[in-house]
């Protein structure tokens, strides 16, 4: 059952190991390797793109449970780490785009696709929901509440920045069904903020948050970043106290990833930013955080989410890691059925076009491995932080723990995870490297699958080093 490590030259070997003779846990692999842990379905040609989807959106489903994103591509400014940033705020082009969007999702309405099993959570994310008027937020949460088959207990959550997100908007988000608001702070610190295009200080943004949390009617989620410009461990960790003490329901803590070529890296590449913590030193920031929020009596909810109390579910996070059904709106917005994976054309007038001819706009397809269930699997539970041998075995029939063992073995000596009869924790260090790790996973089963022709990936999001 060893036989993977036949497929692994030097090159791979360093991927999906890391550094073997590292005893420092920061230096454990050499940079994050991906944003996100998977492995990509093989691409449907375009020309049968449209014959596929209509078969998708027709067959008889058998999932139980969905989850649903709308995307909402425009963003007052741009931040300079952004890799999702699409279009500047044009309120004509938005008043355009809100009516095609309201659109989509009202066609849903009868769909077999659609309309099948229970939707248990809605994200409304972006770039930016908070450039949508008042009126626009209420018309896209109505075509939401009148059209889709959501859960009695479904989780709608509305993302947005603080910056021009003011009374009407945040009132047609509360008398419109909104029960989460995830706020992407990323820090309090008003000179960090301004170094990455941020437009708020950081007590206007505290206000905002205040305001959220006394409106009692959702559950107030902030997502922080750590590694930024002008950012030391303290202030993260200054952040991080501030956020409790303002009474927040539950805290994201993500590492910044430096996009190659982004905007950010030319800036600090050009003296004009400051240049950011390397990956090793991203490490102290994580274990400080892990261990303060750990002493204060957080729960983690996944290895980014850290809750107080029971009011911040974040069931759109946990149920999409998990690979479960999701029904795509917007453009740019990517999706998946039983079989596929789809993305939704991701310019806007195109996007108008094709909504105006009633269509929907789906411009890719990927069908999904024969291996994506025992995928999903196992990306959902190493998010949790324990991955379970026995529940693997019970499913899939295949005893991972025998597969994975020259890996974890390495892991266990370097202190990244712990290794037990029927289970797999990661440790703190383990937690910090866990995209690598979980990816690290994923490719040994498709090096498996596909007799050693598999490449794993390498996305370009450390160019600090
Ligand atoms: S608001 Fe969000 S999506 Fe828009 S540019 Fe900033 S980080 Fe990117």
Redesign the pocket.
Known sequence: MESWLKYTDEDKRRLIFGSESASDPAKAYDKKRTVHAGIRGKGVEAEKTMSVWQGEMNAKPSFEDACVYINIPF?Q???T??G??KNLSDAALIDDYTESLTGEIRSAKGSPLYSHGRVRAVYIG???PGTLSARQIESVLRAVNESLPLSNDCEITFET?TYQFGDDKIKACADNGVNRFSL?VQSFDTKARRAI?RVDSGEKVMEMVQKLICLKEASVSLDFIFGLPHQSVETFLSDIQTADCLGVDGMALYQLNVFEGGKMDEGIKSGRTEAVPETARQYEYHSAAHEMLTDMGYSQLSMSHWVNGTLDRSIYNRFTKSGCILHAFGAGAGGRTENYGYFIHPAVTPYNMMRAKGIKPVIGLSEKSPMSCLYEFINGQMDTGILRFDTAERLFGIDLKTVFRPLTDSWEKRGLASVGEKTMKLLPAGQFWYVNMTQALLDILEMINSRGAYEPPVDKIAAQG
């Open positions: 963003c400014t741009k931040c780490y952004c999702f940033f972006g770039g930016t920045r992407g295009g």
